[in-house]
């Protein structure tokens, strides 16, 4: 997805625009809105399988709205550091006949941000903001999100399923310092889950990175999960291994680049899981419409059935950083496969007409890496192929919008755990307004 369509659709927006409060010598006030409204839905239920020749109705259509009003304030000091805030709530609603999965026709407005935090300006190190402190609900994101990107539960009693509008932490405590192309960071983290679900997951971690120009980063994390033992009993106690790497190594070729990315999951006598990814991606600069060409395969482990200990990775608090990561597929990655005892092959074009307009298509071949724990009875390791099409379009610089058409076609896998042989169609509508 292009840069700027992120913010409008996932996160607040990040042009400062006047409040019109008072501000004192020093202080610098910044007020934004956002707006999305989106609809959604099946050609074929996505929870039935239709049948031949009988004359019923097995679409599924939904709609989703939000709102987030924002007020952020930073206050300079003599010495240059900074005292700096934020405020916000987010009010969603989904209906129109609702699918069980994505929830209830509901409502909800509640707090999202609410954090204060210093930044040390020039008075420590010979760089700007080398010190860095949050504390309070805040937003708290790791690489490109494949384990620990989003703090906040949609769907359920909540509303909003897809739109996604809350992503802070019940509670974080982040302590960030940054000397030239090092960050070290040390954080604690709750994640603001639905309250009938709630599994009492919370965290702390490590992680340190260390940037190459403005073309590679590498990253090294350690993170440790609580959770309440009878929800998550694998997850509770468990120590997390995280590296990555960002590159395009080539010097003048940074059309090349390629992420890999590996966490190790340890419990004990519990669990051992292991997640690899690895992305080669190509733009041809000098092409009309200045095409990218992406290639990943991703492996998530399964549970061995002929081991006492868990194999299965779990998830954790993945998130949506572009079209296609780390909800694998706008059908089976956002509906009804996880990033566990899953590999995916996914090969992607993307182009750029207009600067203003971007879009392309993604193909995802979806794989169960231990088929036998993938549903009872299941002996095939393909559970589908899907194709994306997705538009991207930047109204103004207040109004985005998204489109997306997707298929996907269900393989033995499904057909054996699920009984589901039709082919899956979707379609959706999104659109963005930030102030």
């Known amino acids: 997805m292009a840069a700027w369509l992120l913010a409008p659709l996932h996160a607040s927006a990040q042009e400062p625009r006047s409040s019109g409060l008072p501000a004192p010598a020093g202080m610098d006030w910044t007020f934004n809105f956002d707006a999305t409204a989106g609809t959604f839905g099946f050609a074929n239920s996505l929870f039935q399988n239709p049948r031949e020749n009988v ?39 989904t209906f129109a006949s609702v699918p069980d999965l994505v929830g209830p026709d509901i409502s909800s407005f509640k707090v999202e941000d609410l954090s204060i935090g210093w930044r040390s300006g020039k008075a420590i190190g010979s760089s700007e903001h080398v010190v860095d402190l949050t504390l309070g609900r805040a937003r708290y994101r ?18 909003g399923y897809w739109t996604n ?42 992680n340190y990175e260390f940037g190459v120009a403005d073309h590679s980063t590498f990253g090294i994390t350690y993170l440790k999960f609580m959770a309440n033992p009878a929800m998550r009993p694998g997850r509770d106690g468990l120590n997390v291994f995280n590296l990555r790497a960002y590159t395009a190594p080539i010097p003048g070729l940074r059309s090349l680049s390629f992420e890999a990315e590996y966490a190790g999951e340890r419990n004990g006598d519990l669990l051992s899981a292991n997640a690899t990814s690895f992305q080669a991606a190509y733009e041809l600069s000098n092409v009309w419409w200045t095409p990218t060409l992406t290639y990943r395969y991703a492996r998530f482990s399964g549970d061995d059935p ?23 597929g706008e059908i089976a990655g956002e509906y009804f496969l996880s990033n566990s005892n899953l590999l995916s092959h996914m090969a992607r074009l993307h182009v750029e007409p207009h600067s203003r307009v971007s879009g392309g298509v993604i193909f995802f071949q979806f794989l169960a890496d231990e088929p036998s724990t993938f549903g009872p009875g299941v002996a095939s390791k393909d559970i589908a192929v899907e194709a994306d ?12 919008a998204s489109f997306v058409t997707a298929f996907a076609n269900p393989q033995a896998a499904a057909e054996q755990a699920f009984s589901r042989t039709k082919n899956f169609a979707y379609g959706m509508a999104f659109i963005a307004y930030s102030y």
Do not use: C
Not at 146 to 151: A, P, T, V
Not at 166 to 172: H, L, T, V
Not at 306 to 328: I, K, V
Not at 391 to 400: A, C, E, G, L, P
């Open 55 to 93: 004359e019923e109705n097995l679409s599924d259509q939904w709609l989703e709205g939000s709102i987030k009003p924002k007020l952020s304030g930073v206050y300079t000091l003599g010495s240059s550091a900074q005292v700096y805030g934020a405020v916000s709530a987010v009010g969603e609603r």
């Open 142 to 159: 790791l690489g490109h999100g494949m384990i620990l990107f989003d703090g906040g539960s949609e769907g359920g009693s909540r509303g």
């Open 165 to 206: 509008a809350r992503q802070a932490f019940e509670f974080a405590a982040i302590g960030r310092v940054t000397p030239g192309p090092h960050r070290a960071e040390v954080f604690y983290l709750d994640r603001d889950e639905l309250p009938e679900s709630d599994s009492e997951t919370s965290l702390w971690g490590a």
């Open 306 to 328: 002929d081991t006492a200990q868990s194999e299965a990775f779990d998830s954790l608090l993945t998130g949506f950083y572009d079209w296609g990561t780390w909800w694998q």
């Open 389 to 400: 099409v997705y538009v991207d379009w930047k109204i103004n610089n207040n109004f985005s």
